[in-house]
């Protein structure tokens, strides 16, 4: 088990079951094909209405970070050419500061932020 539940950015519809199997390290293709087999036994009712309220319920899971990469991700050995390590530098520092930006804009649209601004303006 990899940690906290979440939706995969990368899921096909919603992420839910591409969560779920990366959190308890099962096969996607399992999981998938055992909602599927759910769904049409079920018909709907208590997989489907399972499968939404997750797809609500679940927070999408959290960007990544090129802080959090691993050195040999970005840099992939010693033979690289200059360009091709310069290139990868200014793009782990383009990821950063798209992350940087897109976590500004979560804390600045969301609904506390809003709250917060309107009863401690001066």
Not at 76 to 94: H, I, N, T
Request: aromatic share 14%; hydrophobic share 40%; glycine share 8%.
């Amino acid at each position: 088990m990899t940690g906290k539940l979440y939706r995969s950015r990368n899921g096909l519809i919603f992420g839910v079951c591409r969560g779920i199997a990366e959190t308890f390290d099962l096969s996607l293709g399992w999981i998938r094909f055992g909602f599927i087999v759910a769904f049409a036994i079920t018909l709907f009712f208590p997989t489907g209405l399972i499968y939404l309220i997750l797809a609500l319920v679940l927070k999408l899971e959290p960007a990544e970070t090129t802080i959090n990469r691993p050195r040999d991700q970005i840099f992939d050995g010693p033979f690289d050419s200059p360009r091709k390590v310069g290139l990868r530098q200014f793009k782990a520092k383009f990821d950063s500061l798209e992350d940087r930006i897109r976590r500004m804009e979560n804390h600045v649209t969301n609904k506390a932020y809003d709250w917060d601004k309107r009863f401690h303006t001066e």
